[in-house]
């Protein structure tokens, strides 16, 4: 009897695509820059035969096929990763310095096995556990005592890794097959239990903070305090972005000097009518140029640029041609200084003042000036502000879920929670009652 001839696997043949069933799936065959690929396509052979159809047409044309990618190592990713956000997304100075201080530390786990891996090799397990054996410092000054990352700070480099790796996938430097390494790590799940506490003062600490204030640093902290300000929008504040008159602040992007808010978005902030003397007393006769001067201006009087805001992008816009670098590097560290000529203050010494009056009326736990911020946004709440009034006069992003942001910043107060607790268990009176006669021994 003749043995029944074996049949070999079904294939097919679409152009320079081979197309054969490989262990229940469909799988292709092609030759790309020399080099065999073999991929599996599909479960179905209708999708299959469209794919195949599509790496085809890819072949024919000569462009990288479906299933191509371009290896790239860590340092290379980075620097386009970091170059797209600056000169394509034009992200802000400081989310770019935060994104490359996040990403070093994938490149120092990339090179501390003596190797140096290409960026798909990475194993993003592996550099979750090596974060939590990272110590930095944590102000980045070299003789600083070291600590480990905290839980906030593994969070936010994991999620910056996660956004590169999407990048790369984008630019196709990633195996297409194998997706994003870091989008199967539990990132939004990882618990925060080392968080830095947020230090607010209450309305005596508050008091013995301004009287404690010298005359520089008091109109400062006190408009922190009274608008929920961003420290950074305080230093940009120019005269011509008040109307005391109606008692308006305006917080204002100036693209024409190297500077815009956080989240981009204008807004404008009514004050109090303590807060609007205090800035009278603070500008004085002066018609033009920052709220806010260094205190070698108010002091001594010293020269300084003076101008409105476009008078001050003129200005800068000159000394850009003069230096002859068109790079966006270059044009931020000129309008830097216009900036200082301007007489500007410092984020820096807005912080040094406020821990140093935090230490001299015993509270060295305080030591961040954004907690006035934190505070504003607890007052309106204490104050049953409607939550889309505090969103906007806060400045924070609609999101369209909840208050986004605007939950952070806002912290209950316990004699707050008590109050609205009770307020809303009293409405059942019932068990209440019951429970106050059994206390007492009377009928159940």
Wanted: glycine share 8%; aromatic share 8%; proline share 5%.
């Amino acid at each position: 009897m003749a043995r029944r001839k074996r049949r070999g696997p079904i294939r097919k043949r679409i152009g320079r695509v081979t197309l054969y069933s490989h262990h229940g799936s469909w799988w292709i065959y092609y030759r790309e820059s020399g080099k065999p690929q073999r991929r599996k396509a599909a479960d179905e052979l209708a999708e299959a035969e469209r794919v195949a159809a599509q790496v085809n047409a890819q072949l024919t044309s000569d462009s990288p096929s479906l299933f191509s990618f371009t290896p790239v190592s860590i340092p290379e990713l980075r620097r386009r990763f970091l170059a797209h956000h600056d000169g394509v997304l034009k992200s802000s100075v400081a989310t770019i310095r935060r994104y490359r201080a996040a990403t070093q530390h994938l490149d120092d786990f990339a090179c501390s096995g003596g190797t140096n891996p290409m960026a798909h090799g990475i194993l993003p397990t592996e550099f979750a556990t090596y974060l939590r054996r990272v110590e930095v410092s944590p102000n980045g000054h070299p003789h600083t005592a070291k600590r480990h990352l905290r839980d906030k700070g593994v969070q936010f480099i994991l999620e910056t890794c996660r956004a590169m790796y999407g990048y790369a996938a984008k630019q196709r430097h990633l195996p297409p097959y194998a997706g994003n390494p870091f989008g199967a790590l539990p990132i939004d799940q990882l618990k925060i239990e080392d968080s830095k506490p947020i230090s607010m003062f209450d309305e005596a600490a508050e008091l013995a903070f301004f009287k404690a204030a010298s005359a520089w640093a008091l109109p400062i902290h006190f408009t922190l305090a009274k608008t929920g300000l961003r420290v950074g929008e305080l230093t940009h504040l120019l005269i011509e972005d008040l109307d005391l008159r109606h008692r308006w602040l305006y917080v204002k992007n100036k693209h024409g000097l190297g500077w815009r808010i956080k989240t981009g978005t204008e807004r404008q902030v009514p004050l109090l009518e303590e807060v609007t003397e205090l800035l009278r007393s603070v500008i004085g006769d002066r018609q033009d140029g920052p709220v806010f001067l260094r205190p070698k201006y108010t002091v001594s009087g010293a020269e300084r640029l003076n101008g409105s805001l476009a008078s001050l992008e003129q200005i800068c816009r000159e000394r850009v041609r003069e230096s002859h670098d068109v790079s966006r590097a270059g044009f931020l560290r000129i309008a830097k200084g216009v900036w200082r000529d301007a007489g500007a203050i410092k984020s820096d010494a807005v912080r040094l003042s406020y821990m140093r009056i935090s230490r001299s009326i015993g509270r060295p736990d305080a030591t961040c000036p954004k907690s006035w911020r934190h505070g504003f946004a607890t007052l309106l709440q204490d104050a049953n502000v409607d939550p889309l009034v505090r969103q906007v006069t806060l400045g924070h992003h609609t999101t369209g879920q909840g208050l986004g942001m605007t939950a952070h910043y806002t912290h209950t107060r316990p004699e707050t929670q008590r109050k609205q607790i009770e307020e809303a268990l009293r409405r059942w009176t019932a068990s209440l009652e019951f429970i106050v006669r059994h206390v007492q021994g009377g009928a159940v």
